[in-house]
């Protein structure tokens, strides 16, 4: 048989938590008290120990991670004060554990102290739980005396009664509810629900047990579970309600239910018997929970809460003036002044803690004990109040206090913002009718485009801000065409981009308005804007002007300097006549044209600091041209005579003067792309007609008056 994998006290989990002590251990998990080094506090961690046995096969392992990973979640998802907080938190790694100790071990194939083969395992699976150093119920009736009083033990199964009111809400069964598994918290003295080992889902069965406190099993523990073998088999909350009254039924008795002979005895009298304080209301109480017949008990928590914290008139039936059957048991008997005193002071207890039984708490420990707080707290904490929304916890708050109406607001709200929970918690608050909206605010209130050349485009920035409370979210709409921005919106500080785009727009003056339709409401900021008159020839003026100043250019960089000795293609001639000043015009040449191209590129962007740092940039691009000016040339004719000669029929120059008006042409092209992609890309093919005619009709001049050689 495999051991049980554990720890040694002084291991150090994760890097982080030292074991200092065992505080428990069940059928597959073993709980450690240990300290957070991070934060300097004590944890309980619960790790699963589980592993295969080689010998009977099967995968166990595998079977009880999937029960501890339930009562992970089930412990994530049920955020209450009674109920212990804990997370899941699984380390991966490599660890040898001895199949017969279950320590682990590093440096040997075997175990060092017994010599056993290891179990290799792969990943170790933690829940790090909230320590509790106070006793459990068992312990604090022990200290008591044996029974605790009855209105420090009426407190502790309330406060176990609106946890497992949350638990059943959620249509989940604890199955183990009982005096150990109740824990008091040092400081506060509430009393606390451990051990969702075995929780499942109403009407679904377990196999494991999450700790060895006597007897537990898959179906409960024997003398609180129900009798019946079915109902322990596929358990609901009557089950729950069953093993609360045999808790209250012990504490107050001094009797152990787990013990056969206090059992019988517990069956066969009345708790009355066994203590002469207990109310008759509350003894009551206490057999109708424990009846064998499911449907003769209150049918989950809030019906167990509802008979508790009655009036005392019905609360111990209506004879004897109304004060309570306290002598109605099954001994009869006269009411005595202290029974009276009893029932009255149990009465004021259970007045007074109603009271609290509404109360919704954050994890801050902030409460909520109506829905004006609720709102308060919601607006205060809107990420872990959204998760509340949307698990259902806030509904079933609502109906616990009566207002029926907004936890069915607060069910349709999840179902109509179901991946917009900021939102849907917005649209709650304002249901309650007790908040005023966000106030919302737009910068700038007007929005001014200027005036817009033909094909252009222009952005804005709109500034929603949130001057107020809640959260801000909405709708954007415009019915003016060729105004573009999105039309959604969320957050209490947004920037939304507004394109107004000339191309759809007609010549002369446009305004119109946005509409911002909010959870603060509705706001409308105007717009305006001015498009200048389309000029068709623009776009052609800019490819055919840009393809004759490349031309020129072309011509300066190779023919001027020549001073007439260029005018063919190189056939290994000097190429300069003086070098030093063809290489300074060639080097001016090149800056004033790196110049023209910086300027017209930087009033494009309208930016003075493009033109400083291009600018700049220039002179020194044009020193290296000018000092490589016969290189660059002859590398220029050598690239450009076998494509341009059959055209310029060895004119080196025309070579270059055509390789220029080309590259000018498709930068004004480019200049002019958004013409390209629209109704007037005409205008641009224009251009280029313009352009070839020009640049053929050089060509064919200076082929007529040149000599061929």
Not at 486 to 506: I, P, W
């Amino acid at each position: 048989m495999t051991a049980s994998l554990r720890h040694r006290i002084g291991d150090r989990i994760q890097e982080r938590y030292e074991v200092m002590s065992v505080l428990g251990s069940g059928a597959f998990g073993t709980v450690y008290k240990c300290r957070d080094s991070e934060l300097d506090t004590l944890v309980a961690i619960k790790e699963l120990h589980v592993l295969d046995d080689a010998a009977r096969g099967g995968d166990e392992r595998e079977s009880a991670l999937a029960q501890f990973r339930r009562e992970a979640v089930n412990l994530s998802n049920l955020r209450h004060p009674h109920i212990v907080s804990g997370h899941y938190q699984p380390h991966s790694g490599t660890w040898l554990a001895c199949s017969v100790c279950g320590y682990t071990f590093r440096g040997a194939a075997q175990c060092p102290e017994h010599g056993a083969a290891p179990v290799v395992v792969r990943q170790r699976h933690y829940l790090v739980m909230e320590y509790l150093d106070g006793p459990d119920l068992t312990q604090a009736a022990l200290q008591a005396g044996g029974a605790l009083e009855i209105r420090q033990a009426l407190r502790y199964i309330r406060q176990i009664a609106e946890a497992l009111q949350l638990i059943h809400g959620r249509n989940l069964v604890h199955r183990d509810i009982k005096p150990e598994n109740i824990r008091l918290r040092t400081g506060s003295d509430d009393a606390v629900l451990l051990d969702f080992g075995i929780a499942t889902q109403t009407g679904e069965a377990g196999d494991f047990s999450t700790r060895q406190h006597r007897h537990t099993s898959g179906g409960g523990t024997p003398g609180y579970a129900p009798e019946s073998a079915n109902e322990r088999r596929l358990p609901d909350a009557r089950s729950d309600i069953h093993a609360l009254g045999m808790t209250l039924y012990a504490v107050v008795s001094g009797r152990d239910p787990m013990e056969p002979d206090d059992l019988n005895a517990m069956r066969a009298m009345q708790p009355r018997d066994f203590n002469s304080n207990v109310p008759p209301a509350l003894e009551a109480l206490i057999l109708r929970s424990i009846d064998s017949d499911p449907a003769r008990r209150p049918q989950n928590a809030a019906d167990f809460l509802r008979d508790m914290l009655a009036p005392a008139t019905s609360f111990g039936g209506p004879d004897n003036d109304g004060v309570g059957v306290v002598g109605g048991g099954a001994n009869g008997g006269a009411t005595s002044s202290a029974a009276t005193a009893t029932v009255a002071s149990l009465s004021a207890t259970l007045q007074n803690t109603a009271v609290a039984l509404p109360s919704f708490v954050f994890r801050s420990g902030q409460r909520a004990s109506d829905v004006s707080d609720l709102v308060r707290l919601m607006d205060q904490d809107r990420q872990e109040a959204k998760e509340y929304l949307y698990n259902g916890d806030f509904a079933l708050w609502l109906s616990q206090i009566g207002r029926a109406d907004l936890a069915q607001r607060a069910r349709e709200i999840c179902e109509q913002y179901p991946d917009r929970k900021y939102q849907g918690l917005e649209a709650l608050a304002q249901a309650t009718g007790l908040v005023e909206p966000p106030t919302l605010e737009a910068l700038p209130v007007t929005l001014d485009f200027g005036t817009l050349a033909p094909g252009t485009r222009r952005t804005l920035p709109l500034k929603l801000r949130n001057a107020g409370r809640g959260h801000l979210f909405g709708i954007l709409r415009s019915s003016q065409s060729g105004v573009e921005f999105e039309d959604k919106f969320e957050g209490n500080r947004h920037t939304v981009s507004v394109t107004l785009d000339a191309r759809l727009l007609s010549r002369g003056a446009h305004h119109g308005e946005i509409v911002v339709d909010s959870s603060a409401g509705e706001l409308r900021v105007p717009f305006f804007a001015r498009v200048q008159g389309p000029a068709s020839y623009a776009a052609s003026i800019a490819v055919m002007g840009w393809g004759v100043l490349g031309m020129v250019c072309g011509l300066l960089l190779r023919g001027l300097p020549l001073a007439g000795q260029g005018q063919t293609w190189l056939k290994g001639d000097p190429p300069f006549a003086n070098p030093l000043m063809s290489s300074l015009f060639f080097g001016l040449t090149v800056w004033g044209v790196l110049l023209l191209l910086t300027i017209s590129e930087a009033l494009r962007r309208k930016s003075w600091a493009f033109l400083l740092s291009a600018g700049s940039l220039s002179l020194p691009l044009a020193l290296l041209c000018g000092a490589m000016a016969g290189p660059i040339l002859i590398a220029g004719d050598l690239a450009l005579r076998p494509v341009m000669e059959p055209l310029t029929h060895s004119w080196a120059a025309g070579a270059w003067l055509t390789a220029g008006g080309l590259a000018g042409a498709a930068y004004g092209t480019l200049r002019r792309l958004t013409d390209v992609f629209s109704t007037r890309l005409p205008q641009v093919l224009v251009g280029w007609l313009f352009f070839s005619l020009t640049l053929w009709g050089v060509l064919w001049v200076v082929r007529s008056t040149l000599p061929v050689p």
